[in-house]
């Protein structure tokens, strides 16, 4: 690679013998003007795959690059580092092109990057996409694609367009470590580039899309665990956005809730409240902090009128009524909360004081996502014996994933 592309190509690829030819090709004969960079990740084919992409690689070397394909490190590790190439080359943006997909428009990556250059409010592209049956029948995925997605409509029951046609803007990349324990990763990916900007799409089928019995979506594996799967995608996901989407990813869980065996509890993480005003503008740093946990996120925050509110629903703390009977209230409140999650976080000194007042001594794990002196610490600990404190702000981007790997291991059910 001589110079910075302006578009890296993700693909990943394992056992496509028989593909891979026309997918790499279909990258390669793009009309653009712009420079671009393929990045394939191979995952241990035992077919030759890999020999193919290594010819490829060899006539075309300053257009592809070919990452270790000796060992088979499984789906998400394999495409962890594929993703990790493309935004660590400088691209701006990155396309979408599994090893068994193809696309089938030359010119489709440069109108997708006109679209996203001449409009700063669109953080992705898609298209319409045909899906190829093994008869070789050819069918549209959707009869009309629209040309403007909102967070509200990518945030669905099934995918609202197919990867193959997607292109997003590297600087907004978030890929946690709990992805790998839910199917359609690119539903999760899609509602948190969502909340950047919206969707330009284009009504066109400028991708095929392979259906054929060796692909991940056509196993027994995934087809029996489609539903549980859902329910922890959807669950996981419904805390990490804003506030008024939470009834919406609620109709989801429900949906898929009637069909599930119930597996899905098994890889739900424990509940962690996170303690934020819905009505103040919560900083692109923390949610991103928020959407790399692994854990359940139960947003709450009291308002101006004593109420504990709670994803939008408010709970009176203070009853018009006498001392005792307001006593017992807050109380039976804060047994619930402490049977309910053992964890808490705070990003701001102020809420964590609000909430101190009010509460006073509860038996939780509390997380203060900012400095404090070690004095105050001890003072605090009081109160909540398994009180921390930590200056997030200060730490390094490798500090930060460990305390995200730290958190995995230490709060999981």
């Not at 009176?316 to 047994?335: E, V």
Request: net charge neutral; charged share 25%.
């Amino acid at each position: 690679m001589t110079e910075i592309p302006l578009v890296a190509i993700y693909m990943i690829t394992y056992n496509h013998n028989d593909y891979i030819d026309q997918a790499i090709a279909s990258v390669l004969n793009q009309k653009v003007s712009f420079p671009i960079q393929l990045f394939i990740g191979d995952d241990g084919s035992s077919d030759g795959t890999f020999e193919r992409c290594q010819s490829w690689k060899d006539k075309f070397p300053e257009k592809i690059t070919l990452l270790d394909g000796q060992t088979n490190q499984g789906v998400f590790q394999n495409a962890n580092r594929v993703f990790e190439a493309c935004v660590a080359s400088g691209a701006k943006y990155t396309a979408l092109l599994e090893g068994d997909d193809y696309w089938c428009s030359l010119d489709k990556l440069q109108r997708q990057i006109d679209i996203l250059e001449g409009d700063d409010s669109a953080a992705g592209c898609y298209h319409n996409t045909s899906f190829l049956y093994q008869d070789g029948v050819l069918k549209p995925m959707k009869k009309t694609m629209p040309q403007i997605m909102n967070l509200g409509d990518v945030i669905s029951q099934y995918a609202p367009f197919h990867t193959s046609s997607f292109v997003f803007r590297n600087q907004h990349f978030c890929r946690p470590l709990w992805f790998q324990k839910i199917d359609s990763v690119d539903l999760a990916m899609y509602v948190w580039h969502a909340q950047f900007g919206r969707f330009r799409g284009i009504d066109e089928q400028w991708s095929v899309y392979r259906i054929h019995s060796t692909s991940l979506t056509a196993g027994e594996a995934h087809r029996k665990n489609f539903d549980d799967r859902r329910v922890l995608l959807h669950r996981l996901m419904q805390g990490k956005i804003q506030h008024n989407h939470w009834d919406k990813y609620g109709f989801l869980i429900q949906s898929h809730l009637a069909q599930a065996k119930g597996t899905w509890k098994l890889s739900l993480p424990k509940p962690l409240l996170f303690f934020v005003d819905d009505s103040r503008s919560l900083s692109w740093e923390w949610r991103y902090f928020r959407m790399r946990l692994d854990a359940e996120i139960l947003n709450i925050h009291i308002d101006e009128n004593a109420n504990l509110c709670f994803q939008g629903k408010k709970v009176r703390l203070f009853q018009s009524f006498g001392f005792w009977n307001r006593w017992i209230w807050k109380r039976k409140i804060k047994n619930k909360m402490e049977s309910f999650t053992p964890h808490i976080v705070f990003i701001e000194l102020a809420d964590y004081c609000k909430f101190k007042d009010f509460f006073g001594p509860m038996n939780i794990h509390v997380h203060l996502m900012f400095p404090m002196e070690m004095d105050q610490v001890d003072q605090e600990k009081k109160l909540y014996p398994h009180l921390k404190s930590l200056d997030w702000r200060l730490l390094g981007k490798e500090e930060q994933l460990q305390f995200e790997v730290n958190w995995s291991e230490t709060n999981r059910n």
